[in-house]
């Protein structure tokens, strides 16, 4: 019923930026929650950065000053730019988001994208 297709990742040397975008698609009457998470290979997955419409941004204390997270609620987008990107910062991330849809605008359902490789290497 929602997609959330990212896009925007790729190949960035150490000091670059890079900027994501997630999309999410299909009968939504609300996106509430979006955010992004990281998963590097043999870790646990983590959160980068949340936004909550209309509220303040939540970022992990690794990326913080260096992140920026924002939403197109008309779009139903969440974008990630990431600047002074590090090696440690290689992972694939992950867009995720709390939506309701026009067939029950009261529930809220967590959506996950099926993840974006960011590679921070020189």
């Known amino acids: 019923q929602v997609q959330l297709v990212e896009s925007g990742g790729g190949l960035v040397q150490p000091g670059g930026s890079l900027s994501l975008s997630c999309a999410a698609s299909?009968?939504?009457?609300?996106?509430?929650?979006m955010g992004w998470y990281r998963q590097a290979p043999g870790k646990q997955r983590e959160l980068v950065a949340t936004?909550?419409?209309?509220?303040?941004?939540n970022y992990a204390d690794s990326v913080k000053g260096r992140c920026t997270i924002s939403r197109d609620n008309a779009k139903n987008t969440v974008y990630l730019q990431m600047n002074s990107l590090k090696p440690e910062d290689t992972a694939v991330y992950f867009c995720?988001?709390?939506?309701?849809?026009?067939?029950?605008?009261?529930?809220?359902?967590?959506?996950w994208g099926q993840g974006i490789q960011v590679t921070v290497s020189s």
């Open positions: 936004t909550v419409s209309g509220g303040n941004p």
């Open positions: 299909g009968s939504i009457f609300s996106p509430y929650t």
């Open positions: 995720n988001a709390d939506v309701s849809l026009y067939s029950d605008p009261w529930r809220r359902d967590n959506y």
